[in-house]
């Protein structure tokens, strides 16, 4: 059972134009959700994170979602940049004590900025 | 600034050999450490967690183990790989406060 989906395997955006990628979950204990972006051969570097009391935050060109009643959350980069393509992660934990750390993970979606 | 090292960073074994993956967490202390494996085509995967030295909690069953003989240092092990043990075992810390994890730089791990 897939509690974290990305349903998009790849994308492909122009460079200067927004690149949405999505995510859906299903375990309702889920409460803090992460993104990752991952280039071959290297771990995953952090990008941005949301708390389910939050529907919104913004980290420069990174923008993340969340719509807890649809179970879905969204990763927003405006604009997209060529440095931008790489495989991303979205992760879901509970929160607080030793739930945080214990991610799921979708599968990923490559995502290919265009010049 | 806290990093995190582990290695080696590739290994080819045969099947039935012993394994030994290390990693080491510098610029903090006390952190939560844990061991991931991406799996050909597939997510990342949660193996084991730790909180403390000689602290290690498993989250599959598997032929793998885990050990934190030191408060920065956590390792992974096994006695005899098998074919499934192959893939990319990736080593992450995370602050006692906080949610994110950081991750090594990953251990891919063929075997034969």
């Known amino acids: 059972d897939q509690q974290v989906k990305q349903n998009s395997p790849s994308l492909s955006v122009q460079e200067g134009r927004i690149s949405i990628l999505n995510c859906d979950y299903t375990n309702s204990m889920f409460d803090y959700f992460l993104w990752y972006k991952k280039y071959p051969a290297e771990g995953p570097t952090f990008l941005i994170s949301i708390s389910s009391i939050k529907d919104k935050n913004e980290d420069g060109r990174f923008t993340v979602f969340l719509n807890k009643s649809a179970k879905h959350l969204s990763l927003h980069i405006v604009p997209s940049q060529p440095g931008d393509s790489a495989v991303y992660f979205c992760?879901?934990?509970?929160?607080?004590?030793?739930?945080?750390?214990?991610?799921?993970f979708g599968q990923g979606t490559i995502l290919t900025v265009h010049p | 600034s806290q990093t995190i090292h582990q290695w080696p960073a590739t290994l080819v074994q045969p099947v039935g050999s012993p394994l030994s993956l290390e990693c080491t967490v510098e610029g903090t202390s006390n952190p939560n450490l844990y061991w991931y494996r991406q799996a050909a085509g597939r997510g990342l995967q949660l193996l084991f967690y730790?909180?403390?030295?000689?602290?290690i909690s498993s989250e599959v069953p598997q032929n793998l183990s885990a050990s934190r003989p030191q408060d920065r240092q956590f390792i992974l092990s096994s006695k005899k790989l098998l074919l499934s043990d192959s893939g990319f075992y990736l080593c992450?810390?995370?602050?006692?406060?906080?949610?994110?994890?950081?991750f090594g730089e990953g251990s891919r791990l063929t075997v034969l």
């Open positions: 992760a879901a934990s509970g929160s607080g004590g030793t739930s945080y750390g214990k991610l799921t």
């Open positions: 730790s909180v403390g030295i000689g602290q």
């Open positions: 992450a810390w995370r602050g006692q406060l906080t949610g994110e994890l950081f």
